[in-house]
């Protein structure tokens, strides 16, 4: 059970500090003892929850009075604090910033219109329909040599050969 007296100084700490760290320190209670003594007792939990509070209130209290202290000594980081929070004509402009992730691929599809898309898929087409030729004879080390096709689609069978100009005929 806790020791009265040890409660009351320990609560006296924490309205002063609003810190559970330094308050046992100074009392002597281990920090893992106020928990568990918070989590058993609920009175306690109260006292010490609304001791926190005022701890807190007393801090902030000594930090505006620190401040104003700067700012009668003329200390221009604590003027344009407490301009800067205390009137909104002084207050930082925000600005709005938007991020924008960009996608490689959706940037591309952006860039083609519908034209470019059916050029695109024909092309697609057209390869398809050349992979359909499979090469039946002639020799693969001699570019120039006839070589027998087939069609698939169509079932039909003749001979390529190479023009002058380098491309390949019937």
């Given amino acids: 059970m ?11 700490e924490l309205e002063k500090s609003g810190n559970v760290y330094l308050a046992c320190l100074k009392v002597g209670v281990d920090k893992s ?39 009668k000594e003329k200390k221009m980081e ?19 910033v938007v991020i924008e992730h960009s996608n490689p691929l959706k940037d591309a599809q952006r860039r083609f219109n519908e034209e470019d898309m059916r050029k695109i898929n024909k ?22 040599e006839p070589r027998h096709m087939f069609c698939v689609s169509c079932n039909q069978s003749f001979y390529v050969d190479k023009n002058k100009d380098g491309r390949f005929t019937e």
């Avoid at 806790?2 to 006296?12: E, G, H, P, S, V």
């Avoid at 344009?80 to 002084?90: E, G, T």
């Avoid at 087409?125 to 004879?137: K, P, S, V, W």
């Fill in 33 to 71: 003892t106020f928990y568990r003594w918070k989590e058993s007792d609920k009175e306690f939990k109260k006292d010490a929850t609304k001791a926190i509070r005022i701890g807190r209130e007393n801090n902030c209290d000594v930090a505006e009075h620190a401040l104003m202290i700067n700012v």
């Fill in 123 to 144: 092309a697609s087409e057209d390869m398809r329909n050349l992979a359909e030729f499979i090469t039946m004879d002639g020799s693969p080390d001699d570019p120039n």
């Fill in 78 to 96: 604590a003027i344009k604090y407490v301009l800067s929070h205390s009137s909104p004509r002084y207050k930082p402009k925000t600005r709005k």
């Fill in 2 to 12: 806790i020791d009265l007296k040890t409660r009351q100084k320990l609560i006296r």
